[in-house]
């Protein structure tokens, strides 16, 4: 499979990345796509949850009233956990969700993502792009001319651009991405993804895996 690269304006260059259709997977990882993103979304808990229980309270310890003889049920002081205000049995306390999963199975997902997008034809490259200052109006000329205006967007990068950041970062269903950052969950996310030229040798690496 060939694939044209495309410069700013959205015209085909004489450029061409070639992406060998034998490596492309046989089979289904739903599976382990599934691993990955419970992963990914347990990684962006911050875990900090925390209630207080009964020895955590400020407040009298004195025994609200005498143990028998009044009719009622035994209590102890005022921050039992039957009352309004008083501790809380079994609260949450603060964890870490961190899930493990193999390095190679991460990359193997990646992979199978990436391969399923050529497939349905949802991935473009472009000529690297360098801008001297922020402009917002660039990146929407941009996807106005790879006709991808409007439409849910990934774009990686090979290396990192400040000025191509600072453009995008208010733009709507848009995120911008440096290779290394590149994760399963955003892949999934964005129906389609521009590749930058720079980003190809990196790219190729997760394919021929």
Not at 52 to 57: A, P, S, T
Not at 133 to 149: D, G, H, R, W
Not at 170 to 190: G, T
Request: with cysteine; proline share 2%; hydrophobic share 35%.
């Amino acid at each position: 499979m060939k694939l044209r690269v495309l410069d700013i304006k959205g015209n085909l260059t004489d450029k061409k990345v070639e992406f060998n259709e034998k490596i492309f997977s046989k089979k289904s990882y739903d599976h382990s796509i599934y691993l990955e993103v419970k992963r990914y979304l347990f990684a962006q808990r911050q875990g900090t949850h925390k209630s207080k229980e009964k020895g955590e309270l400020s407040g009298s310890n004195r025994k609200l009233h005498r143990q028998k003889g009044t009719g009622g049920s035994r209590k102890g002081d005022i921050k039992n956990p039957i009352f309004r205000g008083g501790g809380r049995v079994f609260g949450p306390k603060p964890r870490k969700y961190l899930i493990k999963l193999n390095k190679h199975t991460k990359n193997r997902v990646k992979k199978f993502i990436i391969e399923q997008k050529l497939i349905q034809n949802r991935i473009k490259i472009v000529e690297n792009i360098e801008l001297n200052i922020p402009k917002t109006k660039f990146v929407l000329e941009l996807l106005k001319s790879l006709q991808l205006k409007g439409k849910k967007l990934l774009m990686v990068l090979g290396e990192k651009n400040k000025n191509l950041y600072l453009s995008s970062r208010n733009l709507e269903n848009f995120k911008l991405l440096n290779v290394n950052e590149l994760d399963c969950f955003s892949l999934l996310n964005f129906p389609y993804v521009v590749f930058s030229e720079n980003s190809i040798k990196k790219i190729n690496e997760f394919l021929s895996i």
